[in-house]
């Protein structure tokens, strides 16, 4: 059955607004200030939500970022008499679901945001009331995130027992709590010693109000922290002279590890270059799995131009994703060739400069005869403009039509750009016949390279449906 022009509109609107949910976070990017970001995103969301409800919901399923999805539970919750009774069902499984998997302080975020657009229906409610009632630890919640607790308690008139309920609304009516950390927060007040007893948000704001020196704090308090917690703190640590915070490297996200390595100066990064090098490769091997070395010959083209510094907000992200994607398609690939924009050689020492000389690359990457190119790239190509959209082109319409090399062996060419851009609505892409993803993390790359084919125009509507409603159902558990 053909498509219809609606059918194919419909089908590049939802792959905008999914590259849109992946890629931005509506704060600035090097060409475009968060007020722009913000005021493109809010549109997309609404015109999904007013066009296209089933899909809009179903994107929850998705590897869309945390921003976005806190944005489409809040609107399918405040729009929630819009659709009938099943629909609502349907979403209430995908929302209950996507909470379960996002961070604690952004689903007490959505919940403060719920009930400062006053909605509080039934559903909403029974939604907070699930949430809560799954944590595995209620009392270490009510501790670091007290007020929030407090306000999703109030909004869902949640009835709670015993000495949370004490805690939270009389916290000092209590001699003596019989919760660990309950006694422990209420002797911090008093102690120096149950500080260190605490999380460390929690203990951090004890620690000010008892005056501890910073650098006996960040000794004492290590136990306590998380993984994440003692990465970002390692440079903060050795600024106060404490003893080395350290972090198990090996055991970081990998996109979070790239972006601690660039954090780092080069002469730094030299200096560790076989443990940044280990822990680095050691991520890529566990999120490549069992796909380890099965992408056969791959050959990647890695923006470190100077756009790649990013914003303040995301310093140095769009670097860091092309130097995760580095590590992790060689582990995945059974021949690999990386080729650095600037010409680099040295993947440790990459630092954003210079232009983006994107044709120039494209060309020496196909001479290597890949079976795949993937270009990690915000799509600025500059030196000279368009160079590689006129590469891309020639070789797709000439040299190669039928995706094939000479030897007859399959080439598959994606674009992955990690940057929202606010003008289009989009993220920028290099040519038409060229399938260009949203990418904000490199742990997300092999979904994304297989979600591109629907942008290269060979699937349609019907079967992205296909393709979102089975994600819907392996996200749920419906589906192995």
């Known amino acids: 059955m053909s498509e219809t022009f609606a059918d194919l509109v419909a089908c590049e609107d939802v792959l905008m607004f999914v590259n849109a949910a992946i890629t931005s976070t509506g704060q600035r990017e090097f060409r475009h200030w968060a007020g722009e970001q913000r005021l493109s995103l809010e549109f997309l969301h609404e015109y999904m939500l007013g066009n296209y409800r089933d899909m809009y919901a179903a994107v929850l399923a998705l590897d869309i970022n945390d921003h976005n999805a806190a944005i489409i539970v809040r609107n399918l919750l405040v729009r929630a008499g819009d659709v009938e009774a099943g629909r609502r069902r349907s979403e209430g499984r995908l929302i209950a679901r996507r909470l379960e998997a996002m961070p604690q302080q952004r689903v007490y975020r959505v919940f403060r945001e719920l009930r400062r657009c006053g909605v509080n229906n039934r559903r909403t409610r029974a939604i907070i009331r699930d949430w809560m009632a799954g944590r595995r630890d209620p009392a270490f919640d009510s501790v670091k995130y007290r007020a929030a607790v407090k306000d999703a308690v109030r909004h869902a008139h949640l009835r709670l027992r015993g000495e949370q309920r004490d805690f939270l609304f009389a916290p000092f009516s209590v ?222 319409t000439r040299l190669d039509p039928g995706h094939r090399l000479a030897s007859g062996q399959k080439v598959m060419i994606v674009h992955l750009n990690p940057v929202y851009d606010a003008d289009d609505f989009d993220v920028r892409r290099l040519a038409a016949g060229v399938p260009t993803a949203g990418v904000r993390d490199a742990e997300d790359l092999p979904a994304l390279v297989g979600l591109a084919r629907f942008a290269e125009g060979r699937l349609g509507l019907a079967e992205l449906r296909a393709h979102l409603d089975d994600r819907a159902a392996r996200f749920l558990g419906e589906r192995a």
């Open 175 to 396: 001699k003596a709590y019989e919760t660990p950390i309950y006694e422990q927060w209420r002797r911090a007040h008093y102690q120096q010693a149950a500080v260190y007893e605490l999380p460390y948000t929690v203990a951090e704001g004890f620690a000010a109000k008892h005056k501890i020196p910073r650098e006996v704090f960040l000794e004492r308090i290590q136990p306590r922290m998380t993984r994440l917690e003692r990465l970002r703190l390692q440079t903060s640590a050795q600024e106060a002279k404490a003893e080395a915070v350290r972090a198990d490297l090996g055991e970081m996200p990998l996109t979070r590890l790239a972006s601690y390595v660039l954090s780092l100066s080069l002469d730094e990064r030299a200096a560790r270059r076989a443990e940044l090098s280990r822990a680095l490769r050691t991520a890529a091997r566990r999120v490549a799995g069992a796909a380890r070395g099965s992408w056969g010959k791959v050959t990647a083209v890695l923006d470190d131009s100077y756009s790649a510094l990013g914003s303040g907000q995301k310093r140095r992200r769009p670097l860091a994703v092309a130097l995760a994607a580095h590590y992790l398609l060689e582990a995945l690939a059974t021949e690999y060739t990386p080729l650095w924009t600037s010409g680099r050689t040295d993947e440790l020492l990459v630092c954003p400069s210079g232009p983006t000389p994107l044709g120039q690359r494209i060309i020496d990457a196909l001479e290597t005869g890949p079976e795949r190119l993937l270009i990690v790239s915000d799509g600025w190509d500059n030196a000279p403009p368009g160079l590689a959209a006129d590469v891309l082109r020639v070789w797709r």
